[in-house]
């Protein structure tokens, strides 16, 4: 555990302007105080610099001291799940996307309410930002704030564009619509092998039956693009009911699965967690992968061919009846849960965290694997679409300047539940393994959601 204390530097309390919301540290500096922050590891060292940096800064403008300890992300997961259980908790956990933690845990009223926190910075940030960030109590029986948003991330296609020109297939030529990318990329398997990469899949498509969230979030975007984004609605209500939907999830269970079965997907998918896909791509075993951020990229910055030459990212672009394609953008930041000993001083940092200068310098400062809650930022400093990294630009065009939707968890902890217990890779399997139809696959899987969803309800 790092432990990092700094001088009292007494400032005073600067008024929001009309516009922007810049709110300085409102605790008084003379009697310090500290918090204790569990902090999740980034994917690339710049990521962890950049968040030592916001500590440093804001203990030297405040005069409180933050006893923080950075941590990778399952160990963090896992520690807080723990605590929150036991009530020994931290004043503050900080995580890239608390999805699967948050919406359980202020449904059952353990998380302090940031709305005081959030609200001045309101009006600056995305809607994304704002439904996934507020979450329904209900012991209070409303949704508020729960989590200070800093950062987002979106899903997009990574790609071996060598491996692409390799098989005598062109970036350029991929066709606009979902399915159709997916089938034009698998066309490179068959040349390859034919090549010499023997080993060599087209795809790297996340059918896992264990996640714990790559699997759910390559499915839901498949829903999505088969017109089932209404899944799950703001008002925390399943639509399983409806037609559209089913045939939707049908359709995702059945394109999915038929490339596992043609050959074009590695065979152990199946049971893949979230970083073997990652590998995969890495050790070029396959060709496109569809995965969260930039970190596929970011983990090979310093191999300059690859990164600035050979990977290519590509936004989607239509749904499979042709219009806009929404990719799913969650939110991260900071919480606060109940019993902590010091709320006040994880609110005050958060609250300087939240500063559109501060946040905007921290994520540039991770290289970009996350873009800020405060979408102007983003419009305003040309860095976002010029930054020199070919990886960067189409990143942000899918997460800002494209359609997109909130995690459904925002809308319903139930839908969280749902994901944790796989129904969605469990659905495949039982396409793959036990000679189930799509459509029975979905049935049995939306039986199980209709069971979870009616339990919070009745809660």
């Known amino acids: ?30 009697q310090a105080k500290t918090a204790v922050c569990w902090i999740n590891q980034g994917f690339v060292p710049e990521e962890d610099a ?5 500590c440093e800064d804001y203990m030297k403008e405040s005069g409180n001291r933050l006893d923080y300890s ?40 353990k998380l302090v309410d940031v709305t005081d926190v959030v609200t001045p910075y309101e009006p600056q940030l995305s809607e994304t930002a704002k439904l996934g960030s507020t ?81 759910n979030n390559v499915f839901t975007h498949f829903a999505i693009a088969n017109g089932g984004e209404g899944i799950v609605t703001p ?25 596992y079965k043609e050959g074009v997907v590695p065979q152990e998918a199946l049971s893949w967690n979230d970083a073997d896909d990652n590998n995969a791509y890495h050790e070029k075993l396959i060709v496109m992968d569809f995965d969260g951020t930039l970190s596929t990229e970011l983990a090979m910055i310093k191999d300059k061919q690859a990164f600035y030459h050979d990977m290519q990212v590509l936004a989607p672009k239509q749904k499979n009846d042709g219009t806009p394609m929404k990719t799913q953008v969650n939110a991260g930041g900071g919480f606060i849960p ?15 965290f939240m500063q559109p200068k501060i946040m905007n310098e921290n994520l540039k400062g991770g290289l970009g694997r996350w873009f800020p809650a405060i979408p102007s930022l983003v419009k305003t400093d040309s860095w976002w679409l010029n930054s020199g990294m070919p990886c960067l630009k189409p990143y942000i065009e899918e997460g800002v300047l494209n359609p997109t939707l909130p995690v459904f968890e925002g809308y319903s902890p139930a839908w969280g539940q749902a994901n944790a217990e796989q129904l969605w890779g ?19 899987a939306f039986k199980r959601c209709n069971e979870i969803f009616a339990k919070v309800a009745a809660t």
């Open 1 to 30: 555990m790092k432990k990092l204390s700094r001088r009292s530097a007494i400032r005073t309390t600067v008024g929001l302007a009309a516009t922007a919301a810049l709110a300085r540290p409102y605790i008084a500096n003379a």
């Open 50 to 54: 950049a968040m030592k940096k916001v």
């Open 70 to 109: 950075i941590m990778p992300f399952m160990a963090q997961n896992q520690k807080t799940v723990s605590a929150l259980t036991s009530g020994d908790v931290p004043d503050l956990v900080f995580m890239d996307a608390p999805s699967s933690i948050i919406p359980q845990n202020a449904w059952d009223d």
């Open 135 to 215: 979450f329904y109590n209900k012991a209070t029986k409303k949704r508020s704030y729960y989590l200070c948003p800093i950062k987002q991330g979106a899903t997009p296609f990574h790609l071996w564009g060598d491996l692409m020109e390799k098989a005598g297939l062109k970036m350029s030529e991929i066709p606009p619509k979902w399915d159709d990318v997916w089938n034009y990329v698998k066309q490179a398997q068959k040349p390859l092998r034919a090549k010499g990469m023997r080993h060599a899949y087209a795809l790297g498509l996340q059918v896992t039956t264990v996640g714990p969230n790559d699997g």
């Open 235 to 259: 008002d925390g209500k399943l639509h399983t009911d409806d037609p559209k939907i089913r045939e939707a999830f049908i359709k995702s269970v059945e394109f999915m699965t038929n490339l």
């Open 338 to 352: 109940k019993g902590c000993k010091n709320a006040e001083v994880a609110k005050d940092f958060m609250k300087y």
């Open 426 to 444: 469990l659905a495949h399997a039982d396409v793959i393994k036990n000679g189930m139809t799509p459509a029975q696959a979905i049935d049995k």
